[in-house]
């Protein structure tokens, strides 16, 4: 069992873990926990640690995603099918827990597995919540119904205590992944260093983006992601032979700049690396064009005007629309008064929702000229919901008086208004 | 008891043969030529059709070309070494357009067919609700046979087969992957269909799948999916395009960050849709070839649709086709709006009765009256008229009368000026052209920013009164030497790519000789203009006493005078007066020109009903003016009085206008029962006690009304039905 060292150089800074789950694990035909519970954040090396750990230490094993197996029976069948190894023209039929377990005893029987232990991995257990209430329980009790050797790991990003539910579960052994510190995260990634560069440089640069990248970002696979998203860039001068390897501070002086715009776009992924050059060539002349056409959508006319209205009725109170939209309005010294009684700011509140007729009546109120209420303006707020500017509240028919919500920025609001001369901050309450 | 007779009372099916309406059944049978335009308006739209079919393909090319490569080459990338393998994703917003975009897909996913893999699964938001649909459609239509047709019902076989066969899994997807493209051995099939020469021999076809509408999709289903897709990225080369039609920024909202993270996303945006309309509209409307016209009007409703409400050219030419349609079965002439090569034959073939019709057509008889009464005297009246008319007005004789009665010579003057308009056409759209490019550089645009706007002026009314108009030659007339060296350069080459009919076939050879003379005049040395005695002559003019008002006034004439003109601005000002005389004669407004109704259609009320309905408006009309409706005499009146003839929806509608949000319905049925019980006043006792059929009446009525969408039963207070519509009578 010493092949685990061999662990330690792809998967470093998770010693310990590995430790505890070898203690666990034991010698092959020894009898193990029923069920360990694995949980950790997002790029903590779960799973990783894992499957890197049964695939070294040849044991039986099945690895489930439970994203997967949206339904019980892939589940069930694809545990049996890959457990037998079976070619895919007999697979197993197994709809309950009954049959599985059946089955199960029946593979363990088939394979001679009886002094092995065998694994189920079942990564994302949270999805099991979900599935029907038996099956998380008869997971956790595994052994007791098999009377195998049968281990159950599950992994998951949410703590034990999320999953409890009902009776008849029994606890399984708790393990739980701490999140890498900054030290570790350098160290792992300098496991990408390319092969025709230095470790030391590389790891140099690695700490470069940690420490613009640290404060907003601490997810490993993000963080290795702009890190080879940038090393061209920063190595860049080096190759047209401008800086050698040590002139550090005039690499850094290079690549600052490029780092602190990649900081807007953590975790987007709009773009592949190729237009990501593109783009920080674009950037250094126009400034602010990417940022705006990002949420940038042209609109037919009236769209935008029924848009106006809608973001105007989710963040109007009813009652202040007689004060906009009156033909003669007086602000009364009682509604000054009220005004300032008002505690929380609409925008602080988010939309609230708002029926059809009044959509109506604020567009036909602001929108310039006479405008006949045809089918294609129906047609339009139904448009408008189906590319998500709008969102319906209730009412799914037509006719049982619908209610809708404005989903859009104020910002995205204002660039609309903007293109139509339409004041639009003057119609809201929250900025009188 | 005779029960025999009971017995055979009986009904009995018979399945009849399947009616399927033809065309020509739509025409009145006493209209003779309701065949002839029917066949003329298949012609006329086929032409059409193609070529807007051909533009479609055109247009996106540059587009699809780019997002082809980038499917191509996303996984052959051997110089990517992430660690993580991420999912290439294209993004490709579409635009709000939406109707149009399923051409769009179908376009891209044929090419991509063609060229790039035979594997490729098109998603809609609609067959997805769930994991298990999104799934299973991905499958079906990956591992079907590249060469068979699906269609829905094959669809439903082939996943009923699956399901028998193996789950709907991704690893069912693996397996069938790896049989098929399993390394070394690829299918003599499969070869044909790569495209050019692929160095390695394992060559893997990439497995796309389009999510037509992103924005649809439920978030955790297409999370999930992600995620899954994700996870056999080593096994499959999945590559996803998106349609975005608002902003890449939805992917972020419908997608969390450890999902978001699994893509690769790059970027395509396709060209905005007022481009392809702008392509449409020159193609199919701004060229002799068609000789369907829209009328002013039409064409403004249409371009409105558009510009307000859809952005959708699918729209638009559903619209076009519809005018074409409505205008071959509503004009009974309008089988003569037929390519210029026909016209001939067609007016020969014109009976008596047409020819009458065509008498009787407006722009006929104006033309008639003019020709009869003031030929040759009062032409000077009509000098613009007579410039394109000469060849008409000068063989009209004395006996024009007489010709315009007897039928043959009729004939041939209806051919005649048919195809005068045709000429017309031909000589008015390069012009037209010739015209935008001189204006619309100009600040503010006076004359419109695009072709289409100018077009419009030039078709409402007449071109060179306009305010517009005037106002742009005003502005030409400021401009500086290089200015106009450059547009007229311009101009000439737009004008020279029309094919010019040979009545204006040396325009741009007199262009060029002003063009010539323009350039020339830089090496002239600027002539010293000689001093004119005339201006000391003038000063002396100016009276001693006289009012400030007066003295303004020839103070601003001498200095008009004073001002005078380089060769430049001679040259400039001769330039644009011999371009003014072209647009005055060749951009008339049609409305002018006789028979012009047989080419432009402009009924708008028409079109305005079918494209551009008011659903709620004709149920409220309805229900205010019901005698509109049923014809009938008894329920004329103000349309806000209520009488107890009207049909018992209408009266309850008419009460309920009077009521605020919540309507009792007890009150509402003692208002009911006075108004239709008002004509007979027996006594009062009656009202208090409700007729039970009179309480029928009323509950039936109040349901249509719930039915038709003005009520609905609430919660809120009890015997209350809520109001769902606001104002009142």
Known sequence: MEDWRVLEDTVPCREKEIENILALMGQKDQMTPASVFIYGHTATGKSHVVNSLLKISQVPY????????????????????????????????????????????????????????????????????????????????????????????????????????????????????????????????????????????????????????????????????????????????????????????????????????????????????AQWEKLQMEMSSTESTAMLSRSHVELPFYSKYLLIAAYIASYNPVKSDRRFFKKVSKMTRRAALMKKKERASNHLLGPKPFPLDRLLAIFYSIVEGRVAPTANIFSQITSLVSIHLLGQTAGDDQIEMPKYKCLISLDFIRSVSRTVNFDVLSHLYDFM | MNTAESVSKGCFAYKGKKKVAKPIDYFPVKDNTGKQRHEVCQEMWENVDTEIQILQSNLNSKIFEELLSFVESSHKGVGRKTLVKEIPTAALITGVNTPDHAVMFNNMVSLMKERVTPHIATLRSKDCPALKNILSKTICQLTQRPDLGLDDEDDELIQTVLKKNSPCTMSTLVNWYQDMYSSGKSSPKKRRSRSGSVDDIDYKPTLVIVLEDMESFSPNVLQDFITICSNYIEELPIVLVFGIATSVSAVHRLLSNCVSSLLCMEKFQAPPSSDYLTQV????????????????????????????????????????????????????????????????????????????????????????????????????????????????????????????????????????????????????????????????????????????????????????????????????????????????????????????????????????????????????????????????????????????????????????????????????????????????KYLKC?????????????????????????????????????????????????????????????????????????????????????????????????????????????????????FLGFIKPTKRKTDHVARLTWGGC
């Open chain 1, 62 to 273: 099945v690895l489930v995603n439970c994203v997967e197996c949206y339904s019980s029976r892939f589940l069930y069948e694809h545990i049996l099918n890959n457990l037998s190894h079976t070619n895919h023209t007999e697979q197993y039929r197994c709809d309950n827990m009954n049959d599985f377990i059946r089955s199960f005893q029946q593979i363990i029987e088939e394979k001679n597995y009886k002094d092995h232990t065998v694994y189920i991995v079942l990564d994302k257990a949270e999805r099991l919540r979900e599935m029907e209430a038996n099956i998380l329980p008869s997971f956790l009790r595994i052994q007791e119904l098999t009377q195998c050797n049968v281990c159950v790991m599950f992994i998951s990003e949410i703590v034990w205590d999320k999953f409890r539910s009902g009776t008849g579960s029994c606890e399984p052994y708790i393990l739980q992944f701490p999140d890498y510190s900054k030290d570790d995260l350098m160290k792992i990634m300098s496991l990408d260093c390319p092969t025709d560069y230095d470790v030391d440089f590389y790891s140099n640069f690695t700490n470069l983006v940690l420490s613009v990248f640290h404060l907003v970002c601490r997810d490993l696979k993000e963080l290795r992601h702009l890190t080879m998203l940038n090393f061209d860039k920063y190595i860049e001068p080096i190759q047209k032979g401008e800086a050698t390897m040590n002139d550090s501070r005039k690499l850094w002086r290079n690549i600052e700049p490029h780092l602190r715009k990649a900081l807007q776009t953590v975790y987007l992924r709009e773009v592949s690396s």
């Open chain 2, 281 to 584: 509209i020159n193609q199919i409307l701004f060229t002799s070839t068609h000789p369907f016209r829209l009328g002013p009007k039409v064409f403004h409703l249409l371009l409105d649709l558009f510009l307000y409400h859809d952005f959708s050219v699918i729209n638009f030419v559903k619209g076009l086709q519809f005018c074409m349609l409505d205008h071959y079965y509503s004009n009974p002439l309008a089988h003569l709006c037929c390519p210029e090569s026909d016209i001939s034959s067609t007016v020969k073939k014109l009976h008596e009765a047409d020819l009458e019709k065509i008498r009787l057509l407006t722009s006929f008889s104006k033309y008639v009256s003019f020709t009869t009464n003031h030929n040759g005297f009062k032409l000077s009246a009509f000098v613009i008229h007579k410039l394109f008319w000469r060849r008409c007005v000068d063989s009209c004789s004395s006996e024009e009368k007489v010709t315009f009665k007897d039928n043959k010579s009729m004939k041939t003057k209806v051919t005649e000026l048919l195809q005068g308009l045709h000429d017309y056409h031909k000589s008015f759209f390069p012009l037209m052209n010739l015209l935008h490019v001189l204006v619309c550089r100009l600040p503010r645009h006076p004359l419109g920013k695009q072709l289409r706007e100018l077009y419009s002026i030039c078709i409402e009314c007449s071109l060179t009164d306009s305010d517009g108009y005037k106002e742009a030659f005003d502005l030409l007339r400021m401009l500086s030497k290089e200015e106009m060296i450059n547009l007229l350069t311009q101009g000439i080459k737009h004008i020279t790519e029309y094919n010019l009919p040979h009545e204006i076939n040396t325009i741009p050879s007199q262009i060029e000789t002003y063009l010539q003379r323009l350039t020339l005049l830089n090496a002239e040395t600027e002539h010293v203009p000689e001093e004119e005695p005339e201006i000391e002559t003038e000063n002396l003019i100016i009276p001693k006493k006289t009012d400030l008002h007066n003295l303004r006034k020839t103070l601003q004439k001498m200095e008009k005078q004073k001002k005078r003109l380089t060769p430049y601005e001679k040259l400039r000002n001769e330039t644009l007066d011999f371009l003014h005389l072209l647009f005055q």
């Open chain 2, 590 to 706: 049609p409305t002018s020109l006789p028979l012009y109704e047989l080419l432009y259609y402009n009924s708008v009320s028409i079109i305005k009903h079918h494209i551009n309905a008011a659903p709620r408006s004709a149920i409220q009309r309805a229900l205010s003016t019901p005698h509109q409706y049923l014809q009938c005499k008894c329920c004329e009146g103000d349309p806000n009085s209520i009488l107890p003839t009207m049909p018992d929806v209408c009266i309850v509608y008419k009460l309920h206008l009077e009521c605020g949000q919540l309507i009792n319905l007890y009150d509402w049925l003692q208002a009911f029962m006075t108004v239709v019980t008002s004509e007979d006043e027996e006594n009062d006792a009656k009202s208090k006690k409700p007729d039970q059929i009179l309480q029928a009446r009323f509950i039936r009525a109040v349901s249509e009304l719930q």
